[in-house]
Nanobody, 118 residues
Framework: QVQLVEYGGGLVQPGGSLRLTCVAS????????RVWYRQAPGKQRELVAA???????TYADSVKDRFAISRDSAMNTLYLQMNSLKPEDTAVYYC????????????WGQGTQVTVSS
């Protein structure tokens, strides 16, 4: 499987902003949505935001109006603009493209750590 690489995380103060980027090591046929997930210590991975090939977006209630997902026209690069960050946004952030059967088109990458702390 082709792996994804996420970057752009870091340490930021509450109220700050970060922009995450996700790229694939090579392009593969992967129709459907692209999704950002996050996993905080001791918690399950959760969906943060998703974008379809048509540009429709979905957000978790906890990040709505603060985060914005976008992608390039070829769906090769995925972005997550995170504004008004809160300590509860601290997590490792991952991206992937889910299949209808629950599997994923890509192997999971290492993720990028986002830490929100004063």
């Amino acid at each position: 499987q082709v792996q994804l690489v996420e970057y752009g995380g870091g340490l930021v103060q509450p109220g700050g902003s970060l922009r995450l980027t996700c790229v694939a090591s090579r392009s593969i046929f992967s129709p459907g949505a692209r999704v950002w997930y996050r996993q905080a210590p001791g918690k399950q991975r959760e969906l943060v935001a998703a974008i379809t090939s048509g540009g429709s977006t979905t957000y978790a209630d906890s990040v709505k109006d603060r985060f914005a997902i976008s992608r390039d026209s070829a769906m090769n690069t995925l972005y997550l603009q995170m504004n008004s960050l809160k300590p509860e946004d601290t997590a490792v952030y991952y991206c992937n493209a889910p299949r209808s059967d629950g599997s994923y088109y890509y192997s999971w990458g290492q993720g990028t750590q986002v830490t929100v702390s004063s």
